[in-house]
Structure formats: C-alpha cells, structure tokens
C-alpha cells in the first residue's frame, strides 16, 4: 500500500560502521569471520548504541553485511558474517538446520573429571526475570543436549576449563545446563545469583565491584571457541585466537 508523506522533509537514518581497530580474523570470497572480544553486542539495540560488532562488519565489508547467527554480548569468539544478503540468508539457514559443529570453552565453579552429557529440557522460567532459563520434565519445554569435557582443574581457585558441545540451541542453553548440575559458569550474573542481583545487571544498575563480588568476575567466562560448516563443497574448519580465557583460568 503506497502513502503520500505531505512534509517539506523527510529525515531518514543511515547506518554507517566505524572501526575501534576490530577486524575480521580471516575473511573468504563470499564471508569472513569476526572474534568478538566480551562485553560487545553483536547488534545495535536503539539509536544510543555507540558501538557493536555491526559496525566492524559494514566497516570491514561493507553496508549488505550481516551476521548470520548470534552469540551473547558477553560470550566472546567466533562470528560468521555473509557479505551480502543472500550468503548471510544461506548460512543463517545452516545454523537454524544444524548443518555445522560448534564448541565452547567455559571456565566453570567446582571439579569436573570425567565427560557428562547434560540432557535436560529447557522452558522460559515464567518469572520476573524474562530471558531467564529453566530445566524442567521431558514432558515440558524443549529437547536439550549439551555434551561436557574437562581439560583443567585449578585447585587453587576450585575451577575447571572444560570443552561444550551444544547438540541442541536453545536460549542460554549451556550456562543453564552447567548451572544445573552445580558448575555455574565463572561471572554469570543471571544464574547462580540472587534475582535481585540479576535484575540489577539486566537493568544495567549493578556496580562492577557488586558483580564481581557476587558472580566471581567482571565477565562470563565463556567463548565460542570453534566451528565447523561446509559451503559450496568446502569443509572450514576454525578455532578462536582468543586466549584470554586460559590467562583468566591460570591466574
């Protein structure tokens, strides 16, 4: 349905990307792939956004970039992004099929020594805080597999770095699953936390001195640390550079 606009101008915003000297980590004919540092949105959330990773993106490659899939703003590692509409469209169809490999590293409370697969089903918690998580029966939520290796034990800090493997992608899936079976990621300040705590953070009123006292960082410790798709008859395999993760697990 067309309208006629009956204003002497028209204001229209542009989006335009600048650089804080992110860039890609290696860059493809037709897509390149980012390593998010934490604590950096992947998209704008309103116009006061001064800067997320999408400015890197069109920066880099230009205004018809895109992410194909999102990681939190405070998991760090891998990001892959389409040149343009149509390859971002076909990856973001890889991912919601499942047609890729994709594992995390985590730093997580407590010793963890042997492999455990965590198959709980996940629903919206239904209370105050919205984006909150839960396990629940297999008769409720949805089908949920996370797969865990252990790779370290701080005994010092009572820690373990351990590999994730989500089988599944739902909403928090991983810090949910780890939380459930007492080894809540290092700096989650949604589970494992008082809901007050929790409301603060989201609410963006929580001082980082409160965070880091109650959470046990200034940060979640956890990053997408691999992936592996194919496309166009490739095979890409890719690991994040990343190493903050093991100089905060070996302090």
């Not at 890609?24 to 800067?51: C, G, Q, R, W």
């Not at 029966?137 to 820690?159: A, V």
């Not at 949910?176 to 007050?196: K, R, V």
Request: hydrophobic share 35%; net charge neutral.
């Amino acid at each position: 349905m067309s309208q006629i606009i009956e204003e002497d101008f028209i204001y229209i915003a542009v989006f335009e990307g600048h650089t804080r000297g992110l860039k890609p980590l290696v860059t493809f004919e037709d897509f390149a792939i980012f390593d998010k540092p934490s604590n950096l949105m992947i998209h704008p959330i309103s116009k006061k956004t001064e800067y997320s990773l999408l400015d890197e993106i069109r920066f880099h490659l230009g205004e018809k970039a895109n992410q194909a899939h999102r990681i939190d703003a405070e998991t760090s590692g891998l990001v892959l992004v389409g040149k343009n509409e149509k390859v971002t469209n076909s990856l973001a169809i890889m991912f919601e099929k499942k047609e890729y490999k994709k594992s995390y590293l985590a730093i997580v409370r407590g010793k963890i020594e042997d492999e455990i697969t965590i198959d709980k089903n996940l629903k919206k918690e239904g209370k105050a805080i919205g984006v909150k998580m839960a396990t629940c029966s297999k008769e409720e939520g949805k089908e949920s597999i996370t797969m865990l290796k252990p790779l370290k034990y701080n005994e010092k800090r009572d820690l373990s770095l351990v590999e994730v493997t989500p089988i599944t992608g739902r909403q928090h899936q991983i810090r949910i699953h780890l939380h459930s079976i007492g080894h809540t990621i290092l700096g989650d300040p949604i589970y494992g936390i008082d809901d007050e705590i929790a409301e603060a953070y989201l609410n963006k009123t929580l001082s980082e001195e409160k965070r880091f006292e109650k959470s046990g960082s200034f940060r979640l410790w956890l990053q997408a640390n691999y992936l592996e798709f194919s496309y166009k008859g490739i095979i890409y395999k890719i690991y994040s550079k990343n190493k903050e993760i093991y100089k905060e697990f070996d302090n």
